[in-house]
T-cell receptor, first 118, second 114 residues
Framework: DVKVTQSSRYLVKRTGEKVFLECVQD?????MFWYRQDPGLGLRLIYF???????EKGDIPEGYSVSREKKERFSLILESASTNQTSMYLC?????????????????FGSGTRLTVV | AQKVTQAQTEISVVEKEDVTLDCVYE???????LFWYKQPPSGELVFLIR??????QNEISGRYSWNFQKSTSSFNFTITASQVVDSAVYFC???????????FGGGTRVLVKP
């Protein structure tokens, strides 16, 4: 089974701290994503990466940055954590499913990191 | 831009009742994919179904069924004879073929009471 592993399940940080959320996948997937989940808003895309050292902004990139130095690892960075970044963060990776019609991707999600900024 | 709307924020039913979750989407692409995920209290997202825009056949998998209506841009999900283990948050999502990004709806929390 493909695994997407997020390093921490729960995290508590202070306002102004620099925070790193780590995500590792073990199946050589090209694409990786960071989402945040808030009640009533669903999952919103923060950043994604389609290759090593490549990154693209998602829908809500403000206050975040990312790093992808190796294919299997995608890090989300909160440069200066604020209380409005308290949320559940989910990492995902995707792979192309060939032979099933037009370009189609399957997605695997990590278990999430619940971050509280105090 | 693509958008997914799940108008129902929470549904509460008694065990063995049927429950239908609505999903309406917007996209300018002619090729796209629709997904449903389940998120139980443990937090992980469990994949339920993927449907491409060219396949409007309804699908049934055990107690789950999906109704894809391109004319109304809807992809509704029905749980038949609900069980307590169906209690979870359910997300509908859309991916445009070229973009490879999933856009999620706000989710519907389903509570099945014994």
């Amino acid at each position: 089974d493909v695994k997407v592993t997020q390093s921490s399940r729960y995290l508590v940080k202070r306002t102004g701290e620099k925070v790193f959320l780590e995500c590792v996948q073990d199946m050589d997937h090209e694409n990786m994503f960071w989402y945040r989940q808030d009640p009533g808003l669903g999952l919103r895309l923060i950043y994604f990466s389609y290759d090593v050292k490549m990154k693209e902004k998602g829908d809500i990139p403000e206050g975040y940055s990312v790093s992808r130095e190796k294919k299997e690892r995608f890090s989300l960075i909160l440069e200066s954590a604020s209380t409005n970044q308290t949320s559940m963060y989910l990492c995902a990776s995707s792979f192309e499913i060939r032979g099933t019609g037009p370009s189609n991707y399957g997605y695997t999600f990590g278990s999430g990191t619940r971050l509280t900024v105090v | 831009a693509q958008k997914v709307t799940q108008a129902q924020t929470e549904i509460s039913v008694v065990e063995k009742e049927d429950v239908t979750l609505d999903c309406v989407y917007e996209t300018r692409d002619t090729t796209y994919y629709l997904f449903w995920y389940k998120q139980p209290p443990s937090g992980e997202l469990v994949f339920l179904i993927r449907r491409n825009s060219f396949d409007e056949q309804n699908e049934i998998s055990g107690r789950y069924s999906w109704n894809f209506q391109k004319s109304t841009s809807s992809f509704n999900f029905t749980i038949t004879a609900s069980q307590v283990v169906d209690s979870a948050v359910y997300f509908c999502a859309l991916s445009e073929a070229a973009g490879n990004k999933l856009t999620f709806g706000g989710g519907t929390r389903v509570l099945v009471k014994p």
